[in-house]
């Protein structure tokens, strides 16, 4: 059975200092790990995705992740945050049998200050 | 424009009043997805589907139903609500097996 932790339901950030926000996950078999992005009143978008041909992973708006398996993790980083980074952050892992089930961390709520 | 629509956006009702809240995409996208997102829980999916006809539980199904007659639409059905159904509900599609999803705006339900 998979799942997803995030730790930190929130995270206040200075605008250009380092955004990490961190994803660990449990899978049986190799796993698709994704990370979605939700700005305010509206659905997910997709930041990026993992699907084992490489291990770090860029995405769009400047984030990217590594994925690490002996620590089981897929950290989302981004090294200078901007205003327009305030939003909702989820990790999702999706296992390679699972046939279409995602499962979603908790969430992890990103401030910009400036 | 590749969109995943739903209606309603928003909707106040009261127990046990079956309700439908419909999605459609217009990618031709054989995965559909219902999710649930509440406070402190992320989103947890409620059904999805394969193909038409082809449908199976997520991890909280209970109390509800969906259906796929067609590739493109994928209604959820709240046969009786309940105000433990009061949630943000989003509909998802992807062009198959662990492709990224295209994600509905939402449908704020509150069931009194």
């Known amino acids: 059975a998979q799942s997803v932790t995030q730790l930190g339901s929130h995270v206040s950030v200075s605008e250009g200092a380092l955004v990490l926000l961190r994803c660990n996950y449990s899978?049986?078999?190799?796993?698709?790990l994704f990370w979605y992005v939700q700005y305010p009143n509206q659905g997910l978008q997709l930041l990026l995705k993992y699907t084992s041909a490489a291990t770090l992973v860029k995405g769009i708006n400047g984030f990217e992740a590594e994925f690490k398996k002996s620590e089981t993790s897929f950290h989302l980083t981004k090294p200078s945050a901007h205003m327009s980074d305030a939003a909702e952050y989820f990790c999702?892992?999706?296992?390679?049998?699972?046939?279409?089930?995602?499962?979603f961390g908790a969430g992890t709520q990103v401030v910009v200050t400036p | 424009e590749a969109q995943v629509t739903q209606n309603p956006r928003y909707l106040i009702t009261v127990t046990g009043k079956k309700l439908t809240v419909t999605c459609s995409q217009n990618?031709?996208?054989?995965?559909m997805s219902w999710y649930r997102q509440d406070p402190g829980l992320g989103l947890r999916q409620i059904y999805y589907?394969?193909?038409?006809?082809?449908?199976d539980k997520g991890d909280v199904p209970e109390g509800y139903k969906v259906s796929r007659k067609e590739k493109r639409n994928f209604p959820l059905i709240l046969e009786s609500p309940s105000p433990n159904q009061t949630s943000l509900y989003f509909c998802?599609?992807?062009?198959?097996?662990?492709?990224?999803?295209?994600f509905g705006d939402g449908t704020r339900l509150s069931i009194l």
């Open positions: 998802a599609s992807s062009s198959g097996l662990n492709q990224p999803q295209h």
């Open positions: 899978s049986s078999v190799p796993p698709y």
């Open positions: 990618m031709n996208h054989e995965y």
């Open positions: 999702a892992v999706s296992e390679s049998d699972s046939w279409g089930k995602l499962q």
């Open positions: 589907s394969m193909n038409v006809e082809v449908t």
